[in-house]
DNA sequence: TCTTAACTTGAAAGATTTTCATATAAAACC
DNA sequence: GGTTTTATATGAAAATCTTTCAAGTTAAGA
């Protein structure tokens, strides 16, 4: 029997473009996909799509099913979200601090979309910079903080991991090596954000405990963190998502750090009474759905 | 997760009224909505209807989920017969031929629905009385055949099951009783449609038997056998959904025949090469789903 | 007060779904 | 041209979820 679990196969299938990669959206094993798609193909008698093309391209049968989606899946979270400002009457704020700079890149298409759903919730970013954004949480002058470090003494829920690459200008000493070590920024100028050293995850993990020295010089925003870098003032350390645009048209060029890469992990932390406040929880499927739907480059986390 | 099941089953609830009969409806127990009822209730934090009412009524959550079944249901099902057509390519005809001929009665609408379900598949009514429907399936002059005894060469679909009453007139004098036996219908006049007496359940489960002496009289449409019975010409055997109305305003009063009741089963019986075909099926939904709801005192079979 | 009808509940049984381990097959790479 | 890599399939085992069974509870009605 057809149910919602199949739409939603069908539906992150598209979004996908393949068994594997659709698996991972819904945290599911390839074959578990396989076996469910294999159902309905028995049920409805015939292919929902063609395999091993990418992208997949779907039958008129699966197409037929994937219009269904597309028609219930937002019913039904629409359903749902009614269903929860009816029990908890979800008026309420929403003060989102941010710790990561750039993620203000995709934050305000998901405030967006999120007062589309939430009119009655007030959500608002916290403003001005701070060394330390756990610490508004605790002084109760934000409710909700995307970071990649979390205290346990919140409720956390993963977002996404991207990885941190090494922006410097075209024809660069650097953009020689493939890969770039702790030592090749000895006596660089690194472009940041204002922000302490701590938070600063390219210093923090590399060259920290390397005793590399180094310049900093600082910018609020990331185009003009990258108008410094392509105009030969300093190399930077951006989410590859952030910049893939400007790499992509050769404004500037990108070099992963280490042999592993540098990698940072985003959560969402909000202080235990909000945990489960429906609102939050979407606030962060929105997030999540439409980070994966935006940025290349990301891992959905858990 | 809510799933397409848990709309069917709060559908089933309203149609119902309770969950024991919501529980028939669906084919399960009524411990298995009630135990699925309470997986949606943990999930939205709140009941969905009050218990113990006749009808039970839905609060403000179950109601909104229920709205979404009803926008939901329709849509499914719409999309599985657009399914079907793609992959039989339905286009196709049904000549329906009735064994029963109260039938006549809840067909038409039925026959609506479906036209406008299929519009590609002529369905049409096999006019004329015929001593055995069967025989015009086997001759391929049928392609449907509605009735209560079933050959084994056929596919069958159950339908409903329902109680086949004696109608007489207002002050007859067999009104006394509370049950009427065989004997009681010694020297009555019965008024029949025109088929064979192997087709008339009273007699050949009844009179027949007990080697009872009757008189026959015929009409063609159920208003005039009840109009003979009323005028005093003679009593009647017909189903109790047929006559409620009439007993319901007093035009004509009714009783059950035998300790048991003298009950009928009805099918659906289809040629081997068309039990596979979604039209087929469908018609079959149509009929009990439209049966169900509008016909009193009918239990659905299987 | 006893009976009945409607629902609940916990445990066991039954189904279904998912994973694991492996197979296959096409495409990409050297 | 062979070797990897990538994408999907499949059977069996494991895990999970749903349903039934067998009482148990509760409220209304006789």
């Known amino acids: 029997m057809l149910e919602i679990r199949h739409l939603r196969t069908l539906s992150a299938l598209r979004s996908a473009g393949s068994l594997v990669r659709a698996a991972q959206l819904l945290n599911l094993t390839q074959s578990a996909l396989s076996h469910q798609i294999k159902l309905l193909e028995d049920r409805y008698g015939g292919p929902l799509f063609e395999r091993k093309t990418v992208p997949i391209g779907f039958t008129a049968t699966g197409a037929r099913l994937l219009r269904l989606a597309d028609t219930l899946l937002p019913e039904i979270e629409q359903a749902e979200r009614d269903v929860a400002r009816l029990s908890q009457g979800d008026q309420g704020q929403l003060r989102v601090a941010l710790e990561c700079h750039t993620c203000f890149d995709w934050l305000m298409p998901v405030m967006d979309e999120f007062r589309q759903r939430w009119p009655e919730v007030e959500i608002d970013l916290v403003s001005g910079f701070h060394s330390e ?27 996404f991991r991207f990885e941190i690459l090494t922006v410097m200008a075209l024809k660069h000493k650097l953009q020689a090596k493939r890969r770039l070590q702790a030592a090749d920024f000895e006596g660089e100028t690194l472009i940041t954000y204002p922000v302490p050293e ?100 990301i891992e959905l986390l858990s």
């Open 133 to 159: 954004p756990c610490d508004l949480l605790r002084a109760g002058n934000a409710d909700l903080v995307i970071g990649s470090n979390y205290a346990s003494e919140f409720a956390t829920f993963p977002l």
């Open 198 to 297: 701590a938070r600063i995850d390219l210093i923090r993990e590399v060259l920290k405990p390397a005793g590399i020295h180094y310049q900093r010089r600082t910018a609020e925003l990331t185009v003009a963190v990258l108008q410094l870098v392509a105009s030969r003032r300093g190399v930077a350390a951006l989410p590859n998502w952030a910049i893939k645009n400007y790499v992509d048209y050769d404004y500037v060029s990108a070099r992963p750090v280490g042999d592993q890469g540098l990698w940072s992990d985003l959560f969402v932390s909000v202080p235990d009474a909000l945990r489960q406040k429906a609102f939050v929880l979407d606030f962060v499927n929105v997030i999540r759905e439409q980070c994966a739907r935006t940025l290349d480059g």
